[in-house]
T-cell receptor, first 115, second 111 residues
């Protein structure tokens, strides 16, 4: 059973370009969480999605950022018109259910560098 | 959200047990305590979780006090590869079950 897969592992974008980060949850998991970790800082929650629904986007910047988790395929975190401050590691986690008694497992992250 | 408090850092000798404390005095009855660690810049790794009973798995043991206001993660025989930042998290259903990471404890295992 493969773990949470994120790709690409490293992504370089020029200012103003779009970044698309993909997260394939573990088999059987229908809940996905996205986190951002700025250099030398902690992990900050961004968004929580279930299949085809955004449940909690309280940590998502209001502009330029969006997330989706379609019925088929991976979850996508999209950053439009990237700026240098978007350079960070982006992690996703997946879990099979909504219970607080359910482990969430993380991927190895996508490291975005904006030049 | 139930907030957790952890010491910012601690050292541990290789081969010895590492005892990592966590305070969560505002925890509610149905909220679980989770422990994760992040080695260097890798993705956070799940370690263990529990509600009120002590738990043990192949990685660690979790001891939760009877009043549930604090807990201790025990790494029985620390190795150099256990050097990481360890996060104690109270998972809150009302907050959408998201894991809210604090500053964690930076553990350095020394030879």
């Amino acid at each position: 059973n493969a773990g949470v897969m994120q790709n690409p592992r490293h992504l370089v974008r020029r200012r103003g370009q779009e970044a698309r980060l993909r997260c394939s949850p573990m088999k059987g998991h229908s809940h996905v969480y996205w986190y951002r970790q700025l250099p030398e800082e902690g992990l900050k929650f961004m968004v929580y999605l279930q299949k085809e629904n955004i449940i909690d986007e309280s940590g998502m910047p209001k502009e330029r950022f969006s997330a989706e988790f379609p019925k088929e395929g991976p979850s996508i975190l999209r950053i439009q018109q990237v700026v240098r401050g978007d350079s960070a590691a982006y992690f996703c986690a997946s879990s099979p259910g909504i219970s607080t008694n359910t482990e969430a497992f993380f991927g190895q992250g996508t490291r975005l560098t904006v030049v | 959200d139930a907030k957790t408090t952890q010491p910012p850092s601690m050292d541990c000798a290789e081969g010895r047990a590492a005892n990592l404390p966590c305070n969560h005095s505002t925890i509610s009855g149905n909220e679980y305590v989770y422990w994760y660690r992040q080695i260097h810049s890798q993705g956070p790794q799940y370690i263990i979780h529990g509600l009120k009973n002590n738990e043990t798995n192949e990685m660690a043991s979790l001891i939760i006090t009877e009043d549930r206001k604090s807990s201790t993660l025990i790494l029985p025989h620390a190795t150099l590869r256990d050097t990481a930042v360890y996060y104690c998290i109270v998972r809150v259903e009302a907050a959408g079950n998201k894991l809210t990471f604090g500053g964690g404890t930076r553990v350095l295992v020394k030879p």
